[in-house]
DNA sequence: CTTAAATACTATAAAAAGGTAGTAATATAT
DNA sequence: ATATATTACTACCTTTTTATAGTATTTAAG
């Protein structure tokens, strides 16, 4: 499982539209780009504006643009918005008497797998894919 | 999200019977230990015997008993047979077209967080939990 | 001012996951 | 043999997640 199949989408909306250089992106173009389903997606897009990672106008050449500099958004807040509260940062067992002073048989395992795991998201900004994806980009051309 | 809940009841039943030194454990016994639904904790460990980590005896004194030596199973081997397949081993925005010669833009910070967690998750074996409930329970009495 | 291209809101449907119920089958103790 | 304690199987119900539909609202172009 990892990450709800609506996680997956933000993701992949925010990565692709960190990537390209358009102005704003409507939803209908983004339905066609990432084939994510139309009306599912419209609702997830209103969804990131009002998280504050997007911002939407609109009427006649509307869509969405970035509320925010690039390097403001990891994927780790991403996944907090939308899993809601710290779905990364619970108890493998789903204990909610597993506490630091008191925790689960796999808690120490667990932590130390998932504080991995958090790190990295937490370090990468929507900025650094950007980076890396015109990185690609030149070694393609060259 | 990170496990299904059945996961995590899973996970939570295999090293509740690690650590602990009975004969046999009963679904009635687990469901009272562990807090698991009733009926949905016994289909499970119905599931947990067909995959191979449990054997079942039925009838009277029957109930559930590990298949394999407690380090032969270890944490990944539990979460990919019950997520199906290979949940973890998924590029984190479910692209199937996502693979190593043509990676997502997010592949790599993914799969560095990912590759970490499986890691863990591969090195931890029950034998290794049940070695240290043993050690925290030495030093509780010490 | 009308039309078209867009988002916004609300309700509902479909699919998947989680959980329950009834009954059959099995095996042991007495 | 019978009663009891157990698992096994199958069907169904409930909740959550994913997806769709209809209609209203907004805004720019012409």
Redesign the interface.
Known sequence: ?????T??YA??IL??M??RNENVYSAEYLHQQLNIPRRYLRRLLTDLASHGFLKSSSGRNGGFIFAQALKEIN?AMVINKL?GSD??N?C????SCCVVDKP???H???M???S??????TN?TLA??KE??QMDLRKILN
Do not use: H, P, Q
């Open positions: 499982m990892i990450f709800n199949k996680t997956e993701l992949t990565g692709f960190a990537t994927l899993e779905a990364v619970n493998i067992l789903g204990f689960c048989i796999m120490e395992s667990w130390e797998a998932r991995k795991m958090v790190e990295t998201l990468t650094d894919l890396k994806y």
